[in-house]
Nanobody
Framework: QVQLVESGGGLVQPVGSLILSCQAS????????MSWYRQAPGKQRGLVAS???????NYADSVKGRFTISRDNAKNTVYLQMSSLKPEDTAVYSC????????WGQGTQVNVSS
């Protein structure tokens, strides 16, 4: 059974930092492109960042220079380091694993507010 379990969300003040984690099980993690998506209230889900099996990364323009995606294949875990957070970063952040199939985590809420 495939599971993607996100953690690390919560409430943070503007310009603060947060690290999200997504631990995968039931897949050959090292083969998968791992991504973080987010969905704010009333908006469509959009890609935040992705990292390939070869550790190439891609970022949405809105988070470039502020967010960093990384992976630890030994721990089957992908991370999203978020800094200089803005209120507009408030959303549900979901982990995605993509190779021959797509798998999703349940999401973790991030609230950026003073």
């Amino acid at each position: 059974q495939v599971q993607l379990v996100e953690s690390g969300g919560g409430l943070v003040q503007p310009v603060g930092s947060l690290i999200l984690s997504c631990q995968a099980s039931g897949i050959s993690f090292h083969l998968y492109i791992m991504s973080w998506y987010r969905q704010a209230p009333g908006k469509q889900r959009g890609l935040v960042a992705s990292i390939t099996s070869g550790a190439s990364t891609n970022y949405a323009d809105s988070v470039k220079g502020r967010f960093t995606i990384s992976r630890d294949n030994a721990k089957n875990t992908v991370y999203l380091q978020m800094s200089s957070l803005k209120p507009e970063d408030t959303a549900v952040y979901s982990c995605n694993a993509r190779w021959t199939k797509d798998f999703w985590g349940q999401g973790t809420q991030v609230n950026v507010s003073s």
